[in-house]
């Protein structure tokens, strides 16, 4: 390592990416420029991700189908066992089905609505807002950034300027403004656009997931018991109630860590890509003796303020957080509001300069 190294956010994070020559760096030492030579591990890279675009719309078909599946099984057995309207007792005397009836539908729309902005919606990317092509469009998006303070890198594969935050995605062939990563599940990148309906998605699953356990527990031990066959009164093979129980708790786990992180990176304003350099980064300050600090981190209110787009800092009122509908990030993605506490660290001296 050089004696002098000075990191800034976008030579943070350009400096663990691959794709990009990242000019905020310095100094710009002879061992950045690699031949261009394509390496067996970039093969099977490129393998990979053809693999994994290929199987995206697989893989939605199967969500789609194993949603389906727990879904009907909730309203036809699960429910049922529970609650069931009774005649002539009006609505006060059915409050029970009435609420896991709402309850389930309410859940069901969050489930769908977000999962379907998270495969629709684009992540966002360096083009956004420039319809020309060609030369044309290379200028419009330096004319776009001519504003802007950090001349920003350019993508060794898109050969565009590369905004803050942004990052290319080998599987998509694009750069993803504010990048989070590449989920083959909705075959559609995370990023600036669709990150709230991706992290809402994982949300109201893994709450349906503890809910369908809880209320599947009872049906699935008499579907498990299969020496009377005469105490199964619902349609629905008991398999496929089996199944879908067995399936709630597997996918409460995967989905529901998944979550926690997800939450965890929104409360602290951070992409997973940024998570991974920043604790790289905090690594170095412990060892100097400094304390790094996210510039984009407005404390846990103001980040799901800018998350959700709610609130002082958003447009929305706080409510709309908990409304599965089609509501715009703030901003454009390719600038973001700085907290004023990020810093440049120089390894040549003791200096810390704030940005
Ligand atoms: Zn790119
Ligand atoms: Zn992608």
Request: include cysteine; hydrophobic fraction near 40%; proline fraction near 5%.
């Amino acid at each position: 390592m050089s004696d002098s190294i000075e990191f800034t956010p976008l030579a943070t994070s350009d400096s663990l990416d691959q794709d990009d020559e990242p000019i905020t760096t310095k100094p710009k030492s002879s061992s950045t420029s690699r031949p261009k030579k394509i390496s067996l591990s970039a093969q099977i890279e490129r393998i990979a991700d053809a693999a994994i675009g290929g199987l995206g719309p697989v893989l939605i078909v199967v969500a789609f189908l194993l949603l389906s599946i727990t879904i009907f099984c909730y309203f036809t057995v699960l429910l049922p066992f529970h609650h069931s309207w009774k005649e002539g007792e009006g609505l006060s005397g059915n409050l029970g089905y009435i609420f896991h009836w709402t309850w389930g539908c309410y859940l069901v729309w969050g489930i769908s609505a977000n999962y379907f902005f998270a495969v629709r919606i684009s992540p966002g990317t360096v083009l956004d807002g420039v319809s020309s092509s060609g030369d044309a469009m290379f200028q419009d998006v330096l004319q776009e950034m001519e504003s802007y303070t950090e001349l920003p890198p350019t993508c060794k594969r898109c050969h565009l300027p590369k905004p803050e935050r942004t990052h290319h995605c080998s599987v998509c062939k694009s750069c993803v403004l504010k990048y989070d990563h590449h989920c083959p599940w909705i075959h559609n990148c995370v990023g600036h656009f669709n990150h709230r309906y991706f992290l809402m998605f994982l949300t109201y699953l893994s709450i349906a997931c503890v809910y369908f356990v809880i209320m599947g527990a009872g049906p699935f031990m008499l579907a498990a018991d299969m020496d009377s066959e005469s105490n199964w009164p619902y349609w629905l093979d008991r398999s496929l109630v089996a199944f879908s129980e067995v399936l709630a708790v597997a996918i409460g786990f995967a989905v529901g860590g998944m979550a926690c992180w997800h939450w965890y990176l929104t409360l602290t304003a951070q992409t997973t890509l940024e998570q991974y350099n920043n604790s790289y980064i905090k690594k170095i300050c412990k060892k100097k003796g400094d304390t790094f600090t996210n510039m984009y981190d407005f404390g846990v209110i103001g980040n799901l303020q800018d998350f959700f787009n709610i609130g002082p800092r958003g447009h929305y009122p706080w409510y709309t957080a908990f409304l599965p509908l089609r509501i715009p990030p703030i901003g454009n993605g390719k600038r973001f509001e700085r907290s004023g506490r990020g810093f440049v660290l120089d390894f040549g001296d003791d200096d810390e300069d704030m940005v």
